[in-house]
C-alpha cells in the first residue's frame, strides 16, 4: 500500500448524553476509495465530519498527511477536502456553473481557467456543458443535482473527498449509474475518497478498503473480499449477508423495462419489493406500479422475463 | 366622483409637492430603518438570546400609539420632519427586522453546513447565499414596512412634517370630505404602489435591487442637498393654524409682503399644526409669522401677572398685556384687525327673530329652558356654559356634542342653542346669528401678527405691510369669507385677493 494521507489516532467525540465515536484508530491510504458502512447512528457521520474539522474530537488526533488537523489553517484544510452531501445542497440561488465555479473563484482562479474547469467537470460527469451550465439547481432532477454536487467538490481536484451518503436519496437507477461515475472518477483522478453509505451494498460495489462501524466502534476495515470471505463477527457477517442481492427484494422499478404502460392508479410503489405484489400475481391478476416516470403494470409473465434476465448475469 | 375630479384638477400642484414631500419622508425612514434593522437582523443570528429581546423591542415599539409616539418626541427633537422620521423608523424597525431574522434563520442547515465545508468566509457566506436566500422574506418585511411608513407617515402633518396629510388635514379642518378623500387616495395609492416595486425587487437579480435602491438614494439625496445648498432669494415661511380663516389670513399676509418688497419669496404653510406647535416653531426660527389671537396669548401661551389676570377678567383689551408678554419672549404681535374671534352662544335667526332675542341677556326671558349642545370643552369652562350660568343667570338643557355636530343639530332643530366661535362660516351657511355678549363674558380674541422681534427690526417694510391690516375685517367679513372658502370651496387665495383688492390695499394689476 501506498504511503497513509489520513490517520485517526484514539479519537473520540462524545455528545451530550451519547458517545458517538469511540476510541477510533485508522489510516486510510493515498488514492484509496474509503467506504465507511454502518447501519444509521452508527458514528459515521461524525467521523467524516472530524475530517475537515465540520466537527471537532472530544479525544485523540487526527493526522492529514502527517500533521495533526488542528494545526493545519481551517480555511486551506477545506479547500483541499472536497465534500458532497445528502441533501446535495446547489445553492439554488447560483447557476451550475457558479456553484461548481465556488471555491476556484474563492481562490482567484481566472475567468478562463473556471470556464475551462466547469465545462471539463460537467463533461466528466457526463452533463453536456452547453446545455447544462446556466441551468438553476430546481431545473435539474436529483441525480443530475448530485452530479454538479460532485462537480463542485471536485473542481479544484482536492487530494481528498468526503461523500456522506450521496446517493441515498436518489432512485436506483441513477444510483447505480452515479456509483459507475464515481469508480470512473476515482480511477481518472487518483483522489483519495472517503465514502459514507449505509448501503453494505454500495460499500461492496465501490470500496478499495471497507470499514464496518456500530454504535461509534469500528468492527472490521478490509478489503470486500476478505469481509466477505472472513468477517471479523458475527455483526459483520450479518450484515454482510444484507448486501446479498435477494431477488425477491428488487424494487418494482427494475421491472418497468419488462412492463406495459398504464394510466390507472398505482396499486404499489415504485421503491415496493417484488415480494409484496406476489399474491396478486399468483392469482393470475396484473398491478399497476405507481412510478414518477410514468405509472406501469406488470402481470406474471413479464416476472418471469425479468426473472429470467437476471439468472442470465 | 366629479366632485373628487375636480378637486384634484384644482389640487394637483399642492398634491405633487406633498406627494414628493411624503415620498421623501417615507423613503428616509425606510432607509434608516433599513440600516439599522438589517445588520441588526444579521447580526442577531449567532445571538438567540438577543434575537429574543430585540424582537420584543421592536413588537413593544410597535404598540406605542403613533400620536403618543409623536408626542412624546417632541420635546426632545421639536417639531417638523425630525419626530415624524424618527416615529416613521420606530414602526419600520419591527417587520424588517423580525423578517431579515427568520429570513436567515430558517435557510436549510444543510446549505450552511455546504458553505462551512467549501471555507467561505462569513462575509462571503452572507453576501453569495445566505442573504440572497433569504431576501425574499426580508423583502417581504421592507413591503409591511413600506406600507406601513407610508400610511403613517399621513400623521406627520400633525407636527408640521408636511406629506400628504396635510392635504387629509386640510379637508377636515375645512370640512371638504373630497379633499380629505383626495389625500386618502394618494397615499393609498403611493402604498400600493410602493409595495408593487418592492415585490419586483424579488424578480430581479438582487444586484439590480440594489442598484436600483442606490439610485433612488442618490436621486433623492442629491435633491435634497441640492435644495439645502443652492442659493435663494430670501424666503419667509408664513404659516397657520388649521382652519380657512388662518388659511385666508396667510395669503394676505403673503401678497402685502410680496407687494412691500419684491425681492422676498413667501413660502405658505397652511394647516401647519396647533397652537403650541406653531408658537415653538417661531420661537425656533423654522417660521417667520404666523396670525396669532391675544386671547390665546394671554389664556395659553403665556401667564399674565394676577393683576393683568384681574383686568382681563373685568373685560378689559387683552392686547396691551398679551404684547408686552411677547415683547419680554423678543417676540412682537402686529396691529390687530378689527374682529373678535370668540366664543359665541348661537341660535337661529329666523328663531331669534320670533323671539325678540338679540343678545345673551335676551335669553332670560324665556320661560321653559331651552335645549342646548355644548361642545365639552366649552360646556367645562368658566369663560363658557358655567359664565353664561352665573354671568347671566341662564340655565339650558344641555347635551355634549362634538364641535362638528353642533351646527348640524342646531339646524336640524335637535337643540336650539350652541356654542361656536364667532367668524364661523356656518353662522353665513345655515342662516344664524351670534348673540351679543352684552356683559362681557367671553374674552376678546382679536388676530394679529405674530414674529420674533429681531425678525420685526430686520424687515420694517414687511411689518408695515402687514399692519395695513390692523382695524379692517369685521366678524361678519370673516364669516362671510369663510363661508366662501368652506362652502363655496373657492380658494383661500383667491378669498383673500378679493377682499385686498376691494379694499384697496392690493393694486390690481399685478
Ligand atoms: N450534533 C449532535 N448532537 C448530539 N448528538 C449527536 C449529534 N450529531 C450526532 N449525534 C449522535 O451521535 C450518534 C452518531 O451520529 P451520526 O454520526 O450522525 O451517525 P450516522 O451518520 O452513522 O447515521 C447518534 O446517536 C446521533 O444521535
Ligand atoms: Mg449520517
Known amino acids: ?313 | 366622483m366629479q366632485a373628487l375630479w375636480e378637486t384634484f384638477l384644482d389640487q394637483r400642484g399642492t398634491l405633487l409637492t406633498k406627494l414628493v414631500e411624503h415620498l421623501q419622508l417615507s423613503l428616509i425612514a425606510l432607509l434608516l430603518a433599513l440600516l439599522i434593522a438589517i445588520p441588526l437582523g444579521i447580526w442577531a443570528q449567532n445571538h438567540d438570546r438577543f434575537a429574543g429581546f430585540l424582537l420584543q423591542v421592536t413588537g413593544i415599539l410597535q404598540t406605542i400609539p403613533s400620536l403618543a409616539l409623536l408626542g412624546l418626541l417632541i420635546p426632545i427633537v421639536g417639531i417638523g420632519t425630525a419626530p415624524s422620521i424618527i416615529a416613521l423608523v420606530v414602526y419600520a424597525l419591527l417587520p424588517i427586522f423580525q423578517n431579515t431574522y427568520t429570513g436567515l434563520h430558517e435557510i436549510d442547515p444543510a446549505y450552511k453546513e455546504a458553505e462551512e465545508a467549501f471555507g467561505m468566509s462569513k462575509p462571503q457566506r452572507l453576501v453569495k447565499v445566505e442573504l440572497p436566500l433569504a431576501m425574499p422574506v426580508i423583502l417581504g418585511g421592507v413591503r409591511t414596512a413600506a406600507v406601513l411608513i407610508i400610511g403613517t407617515a399621513t400623521l406627520a402633518a400633525l407636527v408640521g412634517g408636511g406629506g400628504l396629510g396635510d392635504i387629509i388635514m386640510r379637508g377636515i379642518n375645512l370640512n371638504d370630505p373630497t379633499l380629505t378623500l383626495l389625500g386618502a387616495l394618494a397615499s393609498a395609492l403611493l402604498a400600493i404602489l410602493f409595495s408593487w416595486f418592492i415585490s419586483m425587487f424579488s424578480k430581479w437579480r438582487w444586484q439590480v435591487s440594489v442598484a436600483v435602491l442606490g439610485a433612488l438614494v442618490l436621486g433623492f439625496g442629491g435633491y435634497a442637498t441640492y435644495q439645502a445648498v443652492a442659493p435663494k432669494p430670501e424666503t419667509i415661511v408664513v404659516a397657520g393654524k388649521l382652519g380657512s380663516e388662518p388659511e385666508i389670513l396667510i395669503n394676505m399676509y403673503k401678497d402685502l409682503i410680496e407687494q412691500a418688497d419684491a425681492n422676498v419669496n413667501v413660502e405658505l404653510k397652511p394647516n401647519f399644526g396647533q397652537t403650541s406647535f406653531l408658537y415653538s416653531a417661531l420661537k425656533s426660527d423654522k417660521i417667520d409669522i404666523y396670525p396669532e389671537f391675544t386671547g390665546t396669548v394671554v389664556s395659553s401661551l403665556l401667564k399674565p401677572s394676577k393683576k393683568q389676570a384681574a383686568q382681563i377678567a373685568e373685560g378689559q383689551d387683552p392686547y396691551p398685556i398679551a404684547e408686552s408678554l411677547l415683547n419680554k419672549q423678543d417676540l412682537s404681535l402686529g396691529k390687530p384687525m378689527a374682529y373678535n374671534n370668540t366664543y359665541a352662544v348661537v341660535v337661529k335667526k329666523a328663531w331669534a327673530e320670533q323671539n325678540g332675542i338679540t343678545k345673551i341677556s335676551d335669553l332670560t326671558k324665556l320661560s321653559t329652558p331651552l335645549k342646548a349642545g355644548f361642545d365639552v370643552e366649552f360646556n367645562a369652562r368658566e369663560d363658557g356654559y358655567k359664565g353664561i350660568q352665573s354671568k347671566y343667570g341662564v340655565s339650558f338643557t344641555v347635551n355634549t356634542l362634538d364641535s362638528s355636530m353642533r351646527y348640524q343639530a342646531l339646524n336640524r332643530g335637535q337643540v336650539q342653542v350652541t356654542d361656536g366661535y364667532s367668524t364661523d362660516s356656518q353662522i353665513r351657511q345655515y342662516h344664524l346669528l351670534a348673540l351679543e355678549d352684552d356683559r362681557k363674558l367671553f374674552p376678546v380674541y382679536q388676530g394679529a401678527p405674530l414674529m420674533r422681534t429681531q425678525f420685526a427690526k430686520d424687515h420694517p417694510k414687511l411689518t408695515a405691510a402687514l399692519n395695513q391690516l390692523g382695524g379692517k375685517i369685521s366678524e361678519a367679513d370673516m364669516q362671510e369669507m369663510n363661508y366662501e372658502v368652506n362652502v363655496q370651496g373657492k380658494s383661500a387665495s383667491a378669498v383673500a385677493k378679493t377682499y385686498l383688492t376691494k379694499h384697496g390695499l392690493l393694486k390690481e394689476a399685478r
Open chain 1, 1 to 313: 500500500m501506498t504511503k497513509d494521507v489520513l490517520r485517526f489516532e484514539h479519537v473520540v467525540k462524545q455528545f451530550e448524553g451519547t458517545t458517538a465515536v469511540k476510541d477510533l484508530n485508522l489510516t486510510i491510504g493515498d488514492g484509496e476509495l474509503f467506504v465507511l458502512v454502518g447501519a444509521s447512528g452508527s458514528g459515521k457521520t461524525t467521523t467524516l465530519k472530524m475530517i475537515n474539522r465540520l466537527i471537532e474530537p472530544t479525544d485523540g488526533n487526527i493526522y492529514f498527511n502527517d500533521k495533526r488537523l488542528i494545526d493545519t489553517n481551517l480555511r486551506d484544510l477545506r479547500w483541499n477536502i472536497g465534500y458532497v452531501l445528502q441533501q446535495i445542497a446547489l445553492f439554488p440561488n447560483m447557476t451550475v456553473a457558479q456553484n461548481i465555479a465556488l471555491i476556484p473563484q474563492m481562490k482567484h482562479w481566472s475567468k478562463e481557467q473556471i470556464r475551462e474547469t466547469v465545462d471539463e467537470m460537467l463533461t466528466a460527469v457526463d452533463l453536456e456543458p452547453k446545455q447544462y451550465r446556466d441551468r438553476m439547481p430546481a431545473e435539474l432532477s436529483g441525480g443530475e443535482q448530485q452530479r454538479v454536487g460532485i462537480c463542485r467538490a471536485l473542481a479544484t481536484k482536492p487530494p481528498m473527498v468526503l461523500m456522506d451518503e450521496p446517493f441515498s436519496a436518489l432512485d436506483p437507477i441513477s444510483r447505480t449509474s452515479l456509483q459507475d461515475m464515481v469508480l470512473r472518477l476515482h480511477k481518472k483522478m487518483k483522489t483519495t475518497i472517503v465514502f459514507v453509505t449505509h448501503d453494505m451494498n454500495e460499500a461492496m460495489r465501490l470500496g478499495d478498503r471497507i470499514a464496518v462501524m456500530r454504535e461509534g466502534v469500528l468492527q472490521q476495515v478490509a478489503t470486500p473480499e476478505e469481509i466477505a470471505a472472513n468477517p471479523a463477527s458475527n455483526f459483520v457477517s450479518d450484515f454482510f449477508a444484507s448486501a446479498a442481492p435477494e431477488v425477491l427484494d428488487t424494487p418494482l422499478i427494475e421491472l418497468r423495462r419488462f412492463a406495459d404502460r398504464s394510466t390507472e392508479a398505482g396499486e404499489a410503489q415504485e421503491g415496493d419489493p417484488l415480494r409484496a405484489i406476489l399474491t396478486p400475481l399468483g392469482e393470475g391478476k396484473s398491478v399497476t406500479v405507481a412510478c414518477q416516470q410514468g405509472n406501469f403494470k406488470v402481470n406474471a409473465t413479464q416476472v418471469m422475463a425479468f426473472l429470467a434476465d437476471v439468472a442470465k448475469d
